[in-house]
């Protein structure tokens, strides 16, 4: 608790800093929107005007705005550093139940220890980010009740609490979706991943049946056009982020992604390389500043956590079930958020989110816990 504690206070002192020196990397654009929009929301609640006062056309981002608004209103108060205060509590939140998934697992204590320093202090850029107004803090924290939700289920016999916790992730997955339109592609993809995976286990599916299926489904999307559609989605969706300026931290030009055609086997190495560049940028010819350093270094240790996690994957121990859902969780909403991606300043808010899962995954004990 001291530890996760002192991670409060620190952010706390970031905020400071970012309100009356200078601005944190990452607070210049959209934290400062947030707050904004938040702002106007609020003055907006306080005139009491009927619908036709406000811009009510729906969008995933102004539904966080929307909710500061609501907050600022509520407190009286309409201050960024209430704002990033917030955020700050989020995390602290987010840190709690992190702490309480691994003594509900039962993790060594040293592990614990050293899993509760890599989430609160070993990731510079995760600490700016839960500081400031931004939704990961918020992600971060339904991630990591989602993945208890997920293990409550996963031990309980008690019908009652079965039902509480399936309930609860209903209600984290509609607060995800409102955050992100990236929690959107991982849910529809999530839930009937674990439905497949549910009867490989049931029935024992052997390797080369899910290797003939998987052909099988690769074919199919390429056969009846849904392999391009994923393409030009992914494709147009990474030209959106170019603006008229160079960016010095995009690993992508416009017109390399412009000229690319879709062929059933361009689509896995497009994929592949925008995961590729998502884990491993800044390289390290490419660091050109301090932060380019700062972030070649997070990438080191996330990608040493990376090769920790696939070892374990290997192996055969009690509880795979839930080592093996997590890792999809993790790899996939790290995918899809790669192949969105086109720099390596965005990337790294991008990690931010599963994060507490990451961590989790390194230090899993292969062993039985009950």
Known sequence: MIIIFSGFLLRIALIIYNMDISLLPGAEFDAGWFHREG?????????????????WEYKVGWVYGAFLGSFYYFIGIDSWYVSSLLSCFVWFLSALVFRKIMLKMKYEKKYINLAIIIYTFLLPTSIVYTAITLREGYMLLFFNLFVLSIINIYYENDLRKITFNTITIISITCLLLTLHKGNEYFFVIFFPLMIIYYYINKFTISKKTLFGLLIFIVFFLDYYGYGEIIFDTIKNYQLGHFNIFPDRATYYTRDGIQNMDYGPITIFIYAFKNFFYYFTEPAIYRIGNFKDVVLFCENTIRLILLVIIIKKSL???????????????????????????VNWGTASRHHVPIMGIFILLTFFPLRKFR
């Open 315 to 341: 192996l055969k121990f009690n509880n795979k079930i839930l080592f093996i859902i997590f890792l999809t969780m993790a790899i996939l909403m790290e995918g899809i958020y790669a192949q969105g991606t």
């Open 39 to 55: 702002v106007r929301y609020s003055e907006y609640l306080d005139r009491k005007e009927l619908l036709g006062g406000y811009n």
